[in-house]
């Protein structure tokens, strides 16, 4: 917002008939917001705002409000079952599979990677289903000039969840796959506290955050990279889950997503793939 010459920056909750405006949704053909597609990645939103009365300019970026809060708040509140933990996982992978995934077209995206995935980046709509938020730290992938737009710092993001090539200063930072494979070791950080709020048997583990038992509360850079390069540990998988078939699944694939050689990890597709199966197989049984 320009406000007598100055930028400013705001974050608001407004309501639209506060606002005095429409929003409306261009992959809709211009019908209202109300009767928008809302699909998980419906970012086609127009802001109509009233006439301008020439004193300021303002430029709104406009995201719908989830009221659940946060993956870590609704984890902290909630307990889940089966189809409700596959849920979460299968829509959560669903948004890093689109943002890491080039679409070519006028409509088109760049390949973007978030690289500060975590449980607190990530919201939960009404429906039970995850949106991946804050992009701050997002990098693109140019295709035809084979560029990325990093700044001059690749070490960033949250310490808890940085891929092991990122604590160690190893990060090949001219490759945009090496910021998709650090995005899947944090994915598999954030499937590790979804799985853990799963009932199995009557028994569920309380919320906490990876590495809760192995570092402090705020961890320095040296204390994970002790923990995570040196000693090359990782988040405990109990042996409760493989009595179940779809934590046993989910568990495999967090060790997939948690190798140290960062190519050796899963790809954003390849989750999907297989966590929309599992989502098939548990239909089924039901």
Request: aromatic share 6%; net charge neutral; charged share 25%.
């Amino acid at each position: 917002m320009l406000t007598n010459g100055k930028e400013e920056v705001t974050k608001s909750c407004i309501s639209l008939p506060e606002l005095n405006a429409q929003v409306f949704c261009r992959s809709s053909n211009n019908i209202t917001r109300t009767e928008c597609c809302f699909s998980d990645f419906c970012n086609n939103i127009t802001l109509q705002l009233p006439a301008d009365n020439g004193t300021w300019t303002q430029l709104w970026l406009v995201s719908e409000y989830h009221e659940q809060g946060s993956l870590f708040d609704y984890l902290s509140r909630n307990t889940i079952n089966v189809d409700g933990m596959i849920k979460l996982a299968l829509s959560v992978i669903s948004g890093l599979a689109h943002l890491h995934m080039e679409i070519v077209g006028t409509q088109g995206k760049p390949a973007i990677a978030h690289r500060d995935i975590k449980s607190k980046n990530i919201l939960v709509k009404r429906n039970e289903t995850c949106a991946i938020a804050d992009l701050g730290l997002a990098v693109k992938h140019d295709s035809v000039l084979n560029t990325i737009d990093i700044p001059q710092n690749p070490r960033v993001g949250t310490k808890r969840y940085m891929a092991p090539e990122i604590l160690d200063d190893t990060i090949n930072t001219e490759t945009f796959e090496s910021f998709k494979r650090a995005d899947i070791y944090s994915l598999g950080l954030v499937y590790w506290e979804i799985a853990r709020r799963c009932s199995v048997g009557g028994i569920i583990d309380e919320h906490q955050l990876p590495y809760f038992d192995m570092v402090s509360s705020d961890p320095s850079l040296e204390d994970m990279k002790r923990v995570v390069c040196e000693q090359k540990l990782r988040p405990n998988i109990p042996n409760q889950w493989q009595s179940c078939e779809a934590l046993r699944v989910m568990g495999r694939i967090m060790r997939e997503c948690w190798y140290a050689n960062s190519t050796a990890r899963l790809t954003a597709l390849r989750i999907k793939k297989t966590i929309s199966q599992l989502c098939i197989a548990e239909d089924l049984k039901s």
